[in-house]
């Protein structure tokens, strides 16, 4: 179990268009989801945490209105990166969690690869 | 406070060897402690993980050793082989389904 998916697998886009990106709990509900990104050979950087049906916490640093995140069911979040510039391609990661399940586990997604040109 | 130190930035051991990674944390709050997998293009697997209530834990060929008094924790693996080269992180969250603070990541290779 804890299955968490993510699409698209790659992107690329061109300079000043959006992307949106999706994560997908398969087989739990959660009720939690993070964003992060990961540039090449670095760690994972968190971009906000979103909880179902409220809004999205943004890390410091963060311009929410240029990620939006939406996370309208329990096994559904959308990364959108609006406008999106060259410095915006690194690679997205989605992980997911229920604390309501007591665990304390985060299962995260294949990731997405986005390329701005 | 919120800083979780990783090291080595990079090992390489031989095949059936134990590399050690080691990770250091300030933040007392903290009461979660996974280690995650990567492979290059691919998401974070979680590996093991382990609560402050214990100072060891194992899983296959896995194994965390948690020092609470010294706010340190490691990742031994056993009997090494070439398919878990990798990048290995460290994290830690304080309560249960709270962000993870992760650790720089440590190169692995495990050469035959």
């Known amino acids: 179990g804890a299955v968490v998916s993510q699409h698209p697998s790659r992107v690329i886009c061109k300079s000043g268009t959006s992307v949106k990106i999706e994560c997908r709990s398969l087989?739990?509900?959660?009720?939690?989801m993070f964003w992060y990104r990961q540039f090449p050979k670095q760690s994972l950087m968190l971009m906000a945490t979103?909880?179902?049906?409220?809004?999205?916490?943004?890390e410091q640093g963060v311009e929410k209105d240029k990620f939006l995140i939406n996370h309208a069911s329990l096994t559904l979040s959308t990364l959108t990166v609006t406008s999106a510039h060259p410095e915006d391609s690194s690679f997205y990661i989605c992980s997911a969690s229920n604390p309501l399940r007591r665990t304390y586990e985060q299962y995260f997604g294949p990731g997405t690869r986005l390329t701005v040109t | 406070q919120q800083q979780v130190k990783q090291s080595p930035q990079s090992l390489i051991v031989q095949k059936g060897g134990i590399p050690i990674i080691n990770c250091a944390y300030e933040n007392t709050a903290f009461d979660y402690f996974p280690w995650y997998q990567q492979f290059p293009g691919k998401g974070p697997a979680l590996l093991i993980a382990i609560r402050p209530d214990v100072s060891e834990k194992k899983e296959g060929r896995f194994t965390i050793s948690f020092n609470k008094s010294a706010k340190q924790f490691s990742l031994h693996i056993m009997d090494s082989q070439p398919g878990d080269s990798a990048t290995y992180f460290c994290?830690?969250?304080?309560?249960?389904?709270?962000?993870?603070?992760f650790g720089t990541g440590t190169q692995l290779k495990v050469e035959l």
């Open positions: 994290a830690a969250s304080a309560g249960g389904g709270n962000k993870l603070t």
């Open positions: 979103s909880n179902e049906g409220s809004k999205a916490t943004y």
């Open positions: 087989d739990f509900q959660a009720t939690t």
